[in-house]
């Protein structure tokens, strides 16, 4: 039998994960992995922090190069070679040696998309002034550095709030510049819902960042050595250095060109084998489009993990194993100073956006381990699923520690189609500096299940203030004095089975404390003495969280 040829486009998380396994699995084939840029196989989720010096070396950044592939794996690395058309008839890519301009072809067996996704560059005016950056390659982060250094550098403006533009005004804040993040939507970490996002924007200006909100760039002008970003609402932020962190736009130039099918996301279209609609050709990462496994909708995730697990998933397909990716849920983490933001399967925004009713959602700020260890710090945590049976959809997560942890563990259970059930009985790590007997996880479950179960009903803070509802605040009278929602009258927790008589049975009771428990422990207690009592998820720190993202 004839050695098969595996030809890779773009050697980095999903091209270089595909021709690894490829290896492993197929001793005989010959497998070539063609990459434009200087390096294959870099860490490009480091970049933001070599920018920060927190990884002082760049070649800290390569994870491994050409003769690593030829010694260890038999693969062929060439990089600085551009794949400039595929030849889907003659099964033969067209390619450029950026360093000779040699124009040749190599043939394949199996061809494999891996060419990632481009930082968007809108053609604003001024678009293309020195000192405005993106972030996706080394080069790209060497000559950040070297505006920063040559220029000494004091301030800087970040377009895009989401998690590039957030790591990388982290970085520039301890390279003791002062920052602007300057975003179109009225939120930073679009990924979250607004109400999740608002603590990750105090956390920000704690830092010392300027945070604009909801006003788009329209251009960008020289002010001497400095850079002014001008926004659509006339406001003007400048910097001696801008970068871009918009977004990324899937590479599909070349796959638009052999005429594979382009979804509606603009993503090269695959099946669950990472197959394109050529039978001789593979796409992975961040250029293809995916299923949502939460929502079942076509789309594009930018992740490392599913571009490692897609690459891996083609290798297994090409090799003849029958591999089905799972779909993505965009389980992600970001670090933002000291905080940590996580996120898994759907926001309560992505499921409006599908069309998806029937879900509930509960809010909680459990600490990360218990309270009589010192160093407990509260997570903010979100979690979102369907009413009917408790499925799980989605969750996001905000705090100083073990948010990761938390979020992994829901992540798991989306996975295998878990519900509020199983969060409830997860049987999780304890000890006093790791956790609680009672995980946060399993708050989560047990606030969600008592909901659905009727033991504990939840109210809407949608609906605050409510239209016949009486809102009952469960704090003490210090903490009511100092804030309360409009029209709350107060009943201390424990003045409560003392003072029934003074609350009416003729309509809903809506309960709040600061952070749920009270409200649910008042919940319960009313709800066996025959009153219509419901919980404000939450609590008061919810709604703060919930107003301030408003404003
Ligand atoms: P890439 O890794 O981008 O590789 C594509 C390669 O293809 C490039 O080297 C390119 O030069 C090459 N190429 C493209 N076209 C051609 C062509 N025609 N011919 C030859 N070569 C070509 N994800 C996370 O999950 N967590 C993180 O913390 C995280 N942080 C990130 C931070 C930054 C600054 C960036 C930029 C990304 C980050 N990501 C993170 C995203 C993650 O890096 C990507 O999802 C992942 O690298 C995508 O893998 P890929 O193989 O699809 O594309």
């Not at 490829?22 to 970049?47: K, M, Q």
């Not at 220029?151 to 403006?157: D, I, L, M, P």
């Not at 704690?206 to 001497?224: M, N, Q, W, Y």
């Not at 659509?232 to 918009?246: F, N, P, R, W, Y």
């Amino acid at each position: 039998m004839s050695r098969k040829k595996i030809v890779i486009v773009g050697g980095v998380a999903g091209g270089a994960s595909c021709a690894a396994r490829c290896r492993r699995l197929d001793e005989t084939a010959e497998i070539v992995v063609l990459d434009r840029g200087p390096y294959v196989s870099f860490a490009n989720c480091g970049l933001p922090y070599h920018v920060g010096g927190v990884i002082r070396e760049e070649s800290k950044l390569l994870i491994a190069d050409a003769a690593l592939f030829r010694d260890r794996f038999n693969i062929e690395v060439r990089t600085g070679h551009e794949v400039v058309a595929i030849d889907r008839a003659a099964h033969e890519v067209e390619l450029k040696d950026l360093s000779s301009g040699r124009s040749y072809r190599e043939s394949y067996d199996a061809l494999v998309l891996s060419p990632g996704a481009a930082a968007v560059r809108p053609p604003l005016p001024g678009i293309d002034l020195p000192g405005i950056f993106v972030v996706r390659t080394i080069p790209d982060i060497r000559q950040i550095r070297a505006r920063i250094d040559g220029q000494a550098a004091k301030s800087a403006v970040v377009v895009g709030g989401g998690f590039i533009g957030l790591e990388m005004a982290e970085n520039l804040v301890h390279r003791g510049l002062s920052v602007t993040v300057v975003e179109m939507l009225n939120q930073v970490m679009p990924p979250l819902d607004p109400e999740m996002a608002r603590p990750v924007q105090e956390h920000l200006e704690k830092h010392g960042v300027k945070v604009a909100l909801g006003d788009g760039v329209a251009g960008f002008e020289s002010r001497g050595a400095k850079i002014s970003v001008k926004t659509k609402s006339g406001a003007e932020h400048a910097g001696d250095i801008v970068i871009l962190a918009i977004g990324v736009r899937p590479e599909t130039a070349l796959a638009k060109a052999a005429g594979l099918e382009i979804g509606a996301r603009g993503g090269i279209r695959v099946t669950d084998q990472m197959r394109t609609n050529d039978p001789a050709i593979w796409a992975v990462g961040d250029a293809v489009e995916v299923r949502d496994a939460v929502t079942g909708e076509w789309t594009l995730i930018p992740l490392a993990g599913p571009a490692n697990r897609q690459g891996r998933i083609a290798a297994d397909v090409i090799c003849g194993r029958d591999a089905r990716f799972r779909g993505v849920q965009g389980t992600a983490v970001c670090g933002v100073f000291d905080l940590a933001v996580a996120s898994t399967g759907a926001s309560e925004k992505n499921l409006r956006r599908a069309g998806i009713t029937g879900y509930e959602k509960v809010y909680l700020h459990p600490a990360n381990h218990v309270g009589y260890y010192p160093g407990a710090k509260p997570i903010n945590l979100k979690l979102l699923f369907r009413n009917s049976d408790g499925r799980i959809l989605g969750a996001q997560a905000v705090g100083e520690a073990d948010v990761d942890k938390r979020i992994d563990v829901i992540a798991t259970a989306i996975q295998f189609g878990g519900t509020v059930f199983d969060l409830e009985e997860a049987e999780l790590c304890y000890a006093p500096q790791f956790g609680a007997a009672k995980d946060p996880v399993n708050y989560a479950g047990m606030i969600a299940a008592n909901l659905l179960r009727g033991d504990a009903p939840l109210a809407d803070w949608d609906q605050v203030p409510p239209d016949s509802a009486m809102l009952v605040d469960v704090r003490d009278p210090d903490e009511f004095g100092g804030g309360h929602l409009p029209g709350a009258v107060n009943f201390p927790l424990n003045e409560l089975r003392a003072r029934l008589g003074e609350l009416p049975r003729d309509r809903e009771l809506w309960l709040y404390c600061r952070v749920g428990q009270r409200g649910y422990y008042a919940t319960r207690l009313l709800r066996q003495h025959g009153f219509r009592a419901k919980n404000l998820p939450g609590g008061f720190l919810t709604h703060q969280f919930i107003e301030a993202s408003r404003t």
